[in-house]
C-alpha cells in the first residue's frame, strides 16, 4: 500500500470567497473585474463559482453588504441630535475623507462607485443599499431643517460622492480632508442661512 495519501483539497471557504471578492472588485471596479479573475483568485472552477455565488452580480451584492457591515461610514454616530447640525455633517465629510483615501489598495467607497457600474444590474444592487444610508441622511435634515432637507440632502450625498471619485483617482488623504473641511465650513453657512430665514 503506498504510504503517501493523496491529499484532499480543503473545502471551499464562501465567506472567505466574498471577501476575496470584495477586494478585487474595491480595487478594479465591478465591470473591470472578470469571472476568470474571480475563479482564478478563488482557486476554483466556474461550475463551483455559479453553484456558490449564482452570478457575478449576486456575488457582487454580497461583497457589498460585507463592505457595509464592516467598512460603511458610521452615519447613526456621527449625525447625533445631541451635536450641531453644522459640526455633524462637518464630521461626516472628514470622516468619508479619511476613510475613502486611508487605504491605498482599497479607495473610495465600494458601494458609491458600484452605482458608476455599466452593468445595470449591479449598478440597481448598488442604489438600492445605498439607499439606506440616504434616508439616514435626509431624516436627519429633515428635523434639523424641513423645509431646505433636500437641497441639503442632494449637497451632503453629492459632496460625499465626489470625495469617493477623487479618492479613487489618487488624491492624498491630507488633500481630500483639506477638501471635507472646506465642504464643511461651506454647509455651515448654508446651515446658518436656513436658521435666519426660518427666524426671520
Avoid: W
Avoid at 461550475?47 to 447613526?76: I, T, W
Wanted: hydrophobic share 40%; charged share 25%; with cysteine.
Amino acid at each position: 500500500m503506498n504510504e503517501k495519501k493523496r491529499q484532499r483539497r480543503p473545502p471551499f471557504d464562501r465567506e472567505q470567497g466574498i471577501a476575496i471578492s470584495q477586494v478585487l472588485f474595491h480595487q478594479r471596479g465591478f465591470d473591470a473585474v472578470s469571472l476568470s479573475d474571480l475563479t482564478e483568485a478563488m482557486d476554483i472552477k466556474p461550475p463551483s463559482f455559479y453553484a456558490a455565488y449564482g452570478s457575478k452580480a449576486e456575488l457582487f451584492e454580497r461583497a457589498m453588504h460585507r463592505y457595509a457591515n464592516e467598512n460603511a461610514l458610521p452615519v447613526d454616530q456621527l449625525l447625533r441630535l445631541d451635536r450641531s447640525p453644522a459640526e455633524a455633517v462637518a464630521s461626516l465629510f472628514v470622516a468619508a475623507a479619511k476613510q475613502y483615501a486611508g487605504d491605498n489598495t482599497l479607495r473610495g467607497c465600494l458601494i458609491t462607485e458600484g452605482m458608476r457600474a455599466d452593468d445595470p444590474i449591479a449598478r440597481n444592487m448598488a442604489e438600492k443599499l445605498g439607499e439606506a444610508a440616504i434616508q439616514k441622511i435626509r431624516s436627519y435634515l429633515d428635523r434639523a431643517f424641513p423645509e431646505a432637507a433636500q437641497v441639503l440632502t442632494d449637497y451632503v450625498l453629492i459632496t460625499l460622492r465626489g470625495l469617493s471619485a477623487a479618492a479613487c483617482s489618487g488624491i492624498s488623504p491630507e488633500r481630500l480632508v483639506a477638501v471635507a473641511k472646506i465642504a464643511g465650513k461651506a454647509i455651515s453657512e448654508e446651515f446658518r442661512s436656513s436658521s435666519t430665514a426660518a427666524n426671520a
